[in-house]
């Protein structure tokens, strides 16, 4: 899949994107494969609802699961993603779709993502009365680099405030059953993937100069999402 945007109103999104995935992985998220193409213009995404021989797997995003139409996709909140992935997905993979979740968010978070709205969660199965596991995370960009102000795309505790540290913890505990020990080294996870991409990040912005303003501000919301991550303030 190839993504392009309009680079008047969102310049180097495909480099933004990019670096995203990439902090993504590295926190132990399960990502498609991505690379920049055509001069940083343009993002490839590897498909990740094709089968080993090509075959199509079935996805549905929280939009649908929740009832709702595309136009809705804002309408909700975090903890109604949490409570739909105990209902839909496999009572074995309840546990492990709940973490991912949760770094997703944490992520969205640190690198002030204000789109992650209800179409960018999903599920993935080959047979509906079978096997349904939590999809690959994608989507993943810093907002605020464009729109300074930005909020969350979906209420958390009733805000669209970013949450800090504590409250992801307390999200942890509440809606994921995730211990606060276990959820601690989640956002480690995080803040990790962060600090070991910002070097990538910050070679790319010297050889490429048009990237320099989107990649000196992603660099201030980066560090920022990890010290508030860490509890450093």
Not at 88 to 103: D, G, K, T, W
Not at 199 to 224: C, N, S
């Amino acid at each position: 899949m190839v993504k392009g945007w309009n680079p008047e109103r969102f310049p180097q999104l495909a480099a933004n994107e990019y670096f995203c995935m990439q902090a993504a992985r590295k926190a132990g998220l399960e990502t498609p494969d991505v690379e920049l193409a055509a001069q940083g213009r343009l993002l490839i995404v590897k498909r990740f609802d094709l089968d080993k021989h090509g075959g199509y797997l079935g996805f549905e995003d929280f939009c649908v699961l929740n009832g709702l139409a595309t136009d809705d996709k804002y309408v909700g909140s975090y903890q109604d993603i949490a409570q739909r992935i105990r209902q839909f997905v496999s009572p074995s993979r309840i546990h492990e779709a709940l973490e991912q979740f949760f770094l997703s968010l944490a992520l969205t978070c640190a690198v002030r993502n204000g789109d992650a709205h209800l179409k960018n969660f999903g599920v993935l199965y080959d047979d509906p009365e079978g096997d349904i596991r939590f999809a690959p995370a994608f989507d993943i960009v810093s907002t605020t680099p464009y729109i300074p102000n930005d909020t969350l795309a979906l209420l958390f505790g009733g805000s669209k405030a970013f949450p800090e540290r504590k409250a992801l913890l307390a999200f942890a505990r509440q809606f994921c059953n995730i211990n606060e020990r276990r959820a601690k080294h989640l956002l480690e996870w995080v803040a990790h993937g962060l600090e070991s991409t910002l070097p990538d990040l910050q070679a790319y912005q010297h050889q490429h100069p048009a990237f320099t303003a989107i990649g000196e501000r992603m660099q201030t919301v980066w560090k920022q999402g990890i010290a508030e991550l860490m509890g450093i303030h």
